[in-house]
Nanobody, 128 residues
């Protein structure tokens, strides 16, 4: 089974940038769509971004579009999330997730139920 590990989180001031990494092991994720989600304390886990297996299609939540960029390097079995112009409302634990069942679609890519493999999360804190 594929395992996912997020890294790159930390504490930054508003307006700063971070680059998150999602490293896969055990099995390749090159055939799967991979998404990023985030969860703030006391809040539901919400969609951030997704990238298709061939990296030709990306989608973003309205709250991050224009600020965040998702990318992948299938040769390294990794997915990245470049986060620019960070704001306090971006503070959350960030998770990457893969759809090893190929169940996601244009209708379901933003739903947590479309993804079956999840990382442990990495904390992002943005101070004002």
């Amino acid at each position: 089974q594929v395992q996912l590990v997020e890294s790159g989180g930390g504490l930054v001031q508003a307006g700063g940038s971070l680059r998150l990494s999602c490293a896969a092991s055990g099995r390749t994720v090159s055939s799967y769509a991979v998404g990023w989600f985030r969860q703030a304390p006391g809040k539901e886990r919400t969609f951030v971004a997704v990238i298709s297996a061939n990296a030709r299609i990306t989608q973003y939540a309205d709250s991050v579009k224009g600020r965040f960029t998702i990318s992948r390097d299938n040769a390294k079995n990794a997915v990245y999330l470049q986060m620019n112009y960070l704001q306090p409302e971006d503070t959350a634990v960030y998770y990457c997730a893969s759809d090893s069942r190929a169940a996601s679609s244009s209708l379901t890519y933003s739903y947590t139920r479309a993804y079956d493999i999840w990382g442990q999360g990495t904390q992002v804190t943005v101070s004002s």
